[in-house]
């Protein structure tokens, strides 16, 4: 069964530091998400992406983040000076497509980030 | 924005029985609910879906019902098992506009008593 797969599983940083978090969607979906888990917490939407640019992005995605496709099968998810607070699970997911079943979701194993 | 809330947090049952897990959403605009399931140290996976268009949906143990009016839907497992020790989430979602990000609830960590 095809599945999203993200890279790395865990990442440590330290703070100020830039780092990109990698995903490869399930092949044939068209939209991506990113989303974040701040330990013991809710998953939270950051960003939507769709034909090649942002669709939609939460508060919490501020210029710090920045999301590309920069080919046809990678989805990455750049934060450019991590905070403390930025210490969190980061999920891609994908979908196929807007109408009838297929508005699932499918999520990512996650990569957990540390920003010492 | 959408706001969903998730009760309870924490949840035992004795293996064998039932287990209800309930959530509210705020914005009548919502039409999509999937369920997800999380074990430990993995990504949330899909167990159930329901649409606004339908108040009921069944799929082996696991049943999900909506109360569009009173903006209300609720997970059941019967005959639970061990393998469903795990953390559930609600979500809620506008399936109109081609972005349809998910609004999770807070999650219900349900352990499942031998």
């Known amino acids: 069964e095809p599945e999203v797969t993200q890279t790395p599983s865990h990442q440590v940083t330290q703070m100020g530091q830039e780092v990109i978090l990698r995903c490869v969607p399930i092949?044939?979906?068209?939209?991506f998400y990113w989303y974040r888990q701040i330990l013991g917490q809710k998953v939270e939407f950051l960003v939507s992406?769709?034909?090649?640019?942002?669709?939609?992005k939460s508060e919490i995605f501020d210029d710090q983040f920045s999301v590309e496709r920069p080919d046809g099968s990678n989805f990455t998810l750049k934060i450019r000076s991590t905070k403390l607070e930025d210490s969190a699970m980061y999920f891609c997911?994908?979908?196929?497509?807007?109408?009838?079943?297929?508005?699932?979701?499918?999520f990512g194993p996650g990569t957990r980030l540390l920003v010492l | 924005g959408e706001n969903v809330e998730q009760h309870p947090s924490t949840l035992s049952v004795q293996e064998g029985d039932s287990a209800v897990i309930k959530c509210t959403y705020s914005?009548?605009?919502?039409?999509?609910f999937p369920w997800y399931k999380q074990e430990l140290g993995k990504g949330p996976q899909l167990i159930i879906d329901?649409?606004?268009?339908?108040g009921e949906k069944k799929d082996q143990r696991i049943a999900v019902t909506l109360n569009k009016t009173a903006k209300h839907f609720s997970l059941h497992i019967t005959e639970t098992q061990p393998e469903d020790s795990a953390v559930y989430f609600c979500?809620?979602?506008?399936?109109?506009?081609?972005?349809?990000?998910?609004?999770f609830g807070t999650g219900t960590r349900l352990t499942i008593i031998p």
């Open positions: 997911a994908s979908r196929a497509e807007m109408w009838g079943s297929r508005e699932t979701q499918y």
């Open positions: 092949s044939n979906h068209l939209y």
């Open positions: 992406f769709y034909n090649n640019e942002i669709s939609e």
């Open positions: 914005d009548s605009a919502s039409n999509y």
């Open positions: 329901i649409r606004s268009n339908v």
């Open positions: 979500a809620a979602s506008m399936t109109n506009f081609g972005n349809e990000k998910l609004t």
